[in-house]
């Protein structure tokens, strides 16, 4: 699966394989230099909030993708960034 998410503070757009599924509120503002975890959540959450399974070819820019961004990333597959 392709999985990205869009955060713009506190509002972030989930996508999968390209297309849309979710958009939600965290809750909190995120834009104001916050750590980012990958894989778990921070230790105040325990370990019942880590991932069980493999993460590949993360990536991480500055400035938040458009919908066809992350829809042409995904399209572009095995072609993309990583050969």
Known sequence: YHLAVANSGNEINLYLDGVMVAIG????????GS???????????GDIRRLN???????IYNGILTQEEIKSIYDIGSGGKCK
């Open 53 to 59: 399974g493999l993460v590949d070819e993360v990536s």
């Open 25 to 32: 509120s965290l809750g909190i503002n995120t834009s104001s």
């Open 35 to 45: 750590l980012l975890y990958l894989g778990r959540a921070p230790e105040s959450y």
